[in-house]
T-cell receptor, first 114, second 112 residues
Framework: NAGVTQTPKFQVLKTGQSMTLQCAQD?????MSWYRQDPGMGLRLIHY???????DQGEVPNGYNVSRSTTEDFPLRLLSAAPSQTSVYFCASSPRGVGNQPQHFGDGTRLSIL | SQELEQSPQSLIVQEGKNLTINCTSS?????LYWYKQKYGEGLIFLMMLQKGGEEKSHEKITAKLDEKKQQSSLHITASQPSHAGIYLCGADNTGTASKLTFGTGTRLQVTL
């Protein structure tokens, strides 16, 4: 079972470059989220989506774009990478339904901006 | 101040000892999720609590939810080296669980 798949696992970028972090889930989950994890700060929500075609900002959305054209995919785009975006990025998904369900997390993408 | 305060930030315990990690929300709690993260890896779901007074256990880990205090605790009995890692609590403050707010995490080390 694949679950939530994130690619790439590691990436090094130069300041000003753009890139897309990929996230795909095969569980037909409606909800998907992107978080970043920095030392001493836990996970902070960047953007989230409650279904295809619907996205919303989280706590730290600046410098990032998302789109949700399909239920399965939720890519995160860095428009112009900055050293402050060096972090570990996690994608998560969960189903919508009666009773809350836990979020399932991918293994993360470790991103360094030089 | 943090919307979700988690304490302690780090903990070193001797193998066999008990420990407790706390998580307090400044907003209404509709659900509280506990995750464990091994260093450099993703998050593993441990338990979900939704109702006031709810208590769940899995092996030697017990989690409780005090809805009135907007607080949850995670208790590990007779700790083992396999319990080492980072424990994170995530709060659903919307009632839909479409997004979670996470605490800063508790780094647990278990010494022999």
């Amino acid at each position: 079972n694949a679950g939530v798949t994130q690619t790439p696992k590691f990436q090094v970028l130069k300041t000003g470059q753009s890139m897309t972090l990929q996230c795909a889930q095969d569980m037909n989950h409606e909800y998907m989220s992107w978080y970043r994890q920095d030392p001493g700060m836990g996970l902070r929500l960047i953007h989230y989506s409650v279904g295809a075609g619907i996205t919303d900002q989280g706590e730290v959305p600046n410098g990032y774009n998302v789109s949700r054209s399909t239920t399965e995919d939720f890519p995160l785009r860095l428009l112009s990478a900055a050293p402050s975006q060096t972090s570990v990025y996690f994608c998560a998904s969960s189903p919508r339904g009666v009773g809350n369900q836990p979020q399932h997390f991918g293994d993360g993408t470790r991103l360094s901006i030089l | 101040s943090q919307e979700l305060e988690q304490s302690p930030q780090s903990l070193i315990v001797q193998e066999g000892k008990n420990l407790t990690i706390n998580c307090t929300s400044s907003k209404t709690l509709y659900g509280l999720y506990w995750y464990k993260q091994k260093y450099g890896e993703g998050l593993i779901f441990l338990m979900m609590l939704q109702k006031g007074g709810e208590e769940k256990s899995h092996e030697k880990i017990t989690a409780k939810l005090d809805e009135k205090k907007q607080q949850s605790s995670l208790h590990i009995t007779a700790s083992q080296p396999s319990h080492a890692g980072i424990y994170l609590c995530g709060a659903d403050n919307t009632g839909t669980a479409s997004k979670l707010t996470f605490g800063t995490g508790t780094r647990l080390q278990v010494t022999l």
